[in-house]
């Protein structure tokens, strides 16, 4: 058996263009190319496809997911991997729990809070290998030494504005705003502010655009956005595309 690109995309719920971009890395080919380019994959490709996905909802990025599968041929072997890699998760995952009831005790209780327990389990590096892999070393490597710099109560604030500019996204989304209208144009602008200061620079057009894609090709973006209002990530990933053309 074997299905089209299209057919794939929409069952993994992906892009046809994230699909495209995976064979142009070599991360997944087609088992064929038909009558006008068209990309067809059958049953290992659909095993493999299965394997990237998980490892990215992993946080994995492509690169290590390359190493990962061309490293791991064998099919228990790879699944041993996967058990190994979702143990970790599930323990990052706990720390959180309890982070977070820790936290509750403490503020019920009048308790000082401290910041390595309330901090504990929430990796800011989630992303490192996206960021390295499509801007360069020296751009994660900035943007790293700068966060770690912080205080917990300048995290806590960084951390807020971007909860609010989503929620602005997410509120001219539902009023039926165009992407490139002057109101949600001011949004993005607070939007492309707060990258620029993660970055520790300001990205250009081409960056900027391109991780407004990101927003819906990686489903962890795309979970954040959408859960305040679903389609917010397609919405936001449109507006910046409109901002970078017009602005940058």
Known sequence: ?????????????????????????GLLRPSRIGHGGTRYYDEHALVRLQRILL??????????????????????????????LLERERERLG????????????????????????????????HKDEVIERWGRDAYERGDRWWRSLSPDDKKELQQRQVDIATAFARAHRAGLAPDSDEVSAITRRHYEWIAIGWQGRPTAEQFAGLGQLYVDDPRFTATYDRHGEGTAAFVRDAMAAYAEREL
């Open 1 to 25: 058996m074997e299905w089209s690109i299209r057919e794939i995309a929409r069952s993994a719920g992906t892009t046809s263009r994230t699909l495209r971009h995976y064979d142009a890395i």
């Open 55 to 84: 490892l990215r909802e992993l946080g994995l990025g492509l690169a290590a997911i390359s190493d990962a599968l061309d490293g791991q041929r064998d099919a228990a072997a790879a699944l041993r991997t996967h058990l190994r």
């Open 95 to 126: 720390r959180q729990i309890e982070s977070v009831r820790t936290t509750l005790d403490r503020m019920e209780g009048g308790e000082p809070l401290m910041p390595d327990e309330v901090l504990d389990g929430f990796d800011h590096t989630l």
